[in-house]
């Protein structure tokens, strides 16, 4: 049965926006120093002809969502024209509903089949990826919720549950086996968010690979804007906690080294957790244990600060059948680029994966269907980031306040391209600015992802698309 608050898409807007990195940002084999974030302007109308609008950001992180060795400006180039795609599939989606609803049928129903008939036309090329697809798609989802709270005049997160929503999670979800104890009939995202949600969160700050952790590693090309550059200076700057290492995963003595430096720099400045992100290169588990084993044996201090290890291992599960339980049994091991839906989380748990790492990235819809499939099976969570400027990161952080992480969220926009955040900064300093160890969401307020748009002095290039579409008589 339908509800009053239901709605349809009624238009996009869709932006282009470039943002420069102050640093460079190395992810696998490639370095980046510059983004495109898609922004979204989405256009909603409820059942009784009144509309709303909503907004998002997704930074079109081209060496995340597809490695390749095809040049990066040539996927990035493909990716831009397929936003521009979505922007026209989602105008004129004929769906009507909750953003849950709507987006899990346009990213089961339509994405597929958009995604085949663009590298369709393309087939002399190498295709585009599904993940890149999803955050491709994300922006528009992240919009529509956010539209759909403006319209209802209701905090987005307000409204996963049965006042809402038309259908429950067994909709939606399967439990691990068919005589498993767990049931998601009268169950709702609301039901799987976390009973506190605190306004101060932990943040986990990203060691890069190409990052200078003291002195000695400085060049002379690092920029001079005020801002920290070597580890030290942003462990006391920030109050910092929580560091994510960045590993190669083809090299053990260096990312051994690499560990055993930065944890010598953490213990000596106070921070609590450590983390260790090998970049989806290792095949092997021999390669995470050994690295483990001797880290608990040489170093057990270190050993006992790493609260996790995040995805070691390549991203398409079907192709990588990897058992990681050798793995798990040492450390928590968090899915993260695998993680592209729920059934791929469901897949990874029976391999061995223990915890899951969320992203607004692969969609607002996506991320809390995985998170109410993970805590219903006895998976932690983590929210991770993609180097989120902008609005991108208000999504992401309240995201990390709703689902109960095993430790805060990552975030790590603030040190690459901090001055990209500006407008968004100056509404919600505690977002763009790490004190004492910690964002701050208490800035955040009103209907949807409270993000006080009206309040930001961003002025937006051209539209790449401009599509309005009216599915109710007005």
Not at 222 to 246: A, H, M, N, Q, T
Request: aromatic share 10%.
């Amino acid at each position: 049965m339908s509800k009053k608050t239901d709605i349809r898409p009624a238009g996009t807007e869709l932006y282009f926006i470039n943002a420069s990195m102050r640093m460079p940002l190395k992810f696998g084999k490639e370095t980046i120093d510059e983004v495109v974030v898609a922004r979204v302007k989405m256009r909603v109308r409820r059942v009784d002809g009144r509309d709303a609008e909503g907004w998002a950001d997704t930074p079109m992180c081209v060496t995340w969502m597809w490695p390749s060795t095809i040049r990066c400006d040539e996927r990035s180039h493909t990716i831009l024209e397929f936003c521009r795609l979505l922007a026209t599939e989602w105008s004129h989606f004929d769906v009507e509903g909750h953003p849950m609803e709507i987006g899990h049928a346009f990213q089961e129903n339509a994405l597929p089949k958009i995604l085949d008939a663009f590298n369709g036309a393309r087939a002399e090329r190498e295709p585009m990826p599904w993940l890149a697809a999803l955050v491709c798609c994300s922006a528009f989802d992240i919009a529509l919720h956010d539209a759909y709270g403006m319209v209802n005049e209701v905090p987005v997160y307000e409204t996963y549950n049965a006042n809402y929503m038309n259908r429950d999670l067994s909709t939606y979800l399967e439990p691990a086996a068919a005589d498993c104890a767990v049931s998601f009939k009268g169950l709702y995202p609301e039901d799987f968010k976390a009973t506190h949600v605190p306004a101060g969160i932990p943040a986990w700050h990203l060691v890069g690979g190409k990052d200078p952790l003291d002195e000695s590693e400085l060049t002379g090309g690092e920029p001079d804007d005020g801002y920290p550059v070597i580890l030290r200076d942003w462990i006391r700057r920030d109050g910092l906690k929580c560091l994510k290492v960045k590993m190669v995963g083809n090299d053990s003595q260096w990312d051994y080294a690499r560990l055993l430096r930065v944890g010598k720099i953490a213990i000596e400045h106070g921070v609590d957790w450590l983390t260790s992100d090998f970049n989806c290169t290792v095949t092997d588990p021999l390669y995470v244990t050994s690295i483990l084993d001797k880290l608990m044996a040489d170093h057990p201090r270190l050993y006992g600060m790493i609260l996790y290890v995040e995805q070691p291992f390549p991203y398409e599960l079907e192709k990588n059948l990897i058992d990681v339980h050798s793995v798990s049994a040492r450390k928590p091991l968090f899915m993260d680029e695998s993680a592209h839906d729920w059934s791929k989380v469901k897949l990874g748990r029976t391999l061995g994966w223990t915890g899951v790492a969320l992203k607004t990235c692969k969609t607002q819809t996506g991320a809390l269907l995985s998170m109410s499939w993970a805590k219903a099976h006895g998976m932690t969570l983590m929210v991770q980031d993609l180097t989120n400027p902008m609005l991108a990161q208000i999504p992401h952080c309240l995201l990390a306040a709703h689902a109960g992480t095993i430790m805060g969220v990552e975030t790590n926009g603030v040190q690459f391209y901090p001055e990209a955040s500006r407008p968004e900064a100056a509404v919600h300093p505690g977002l763009y600015r790490r004190r004492d160890g910690c964002v701050n969401i208490s800035s955040l307020e009103g209907p949807g992802f409270g993000y006080r748009l009206n309040e930001m002095r961003r002025i937006l290039p051209d539209p790449e698309s401009l599509i309005t579409v009216h599915p109710y008589p007005v």
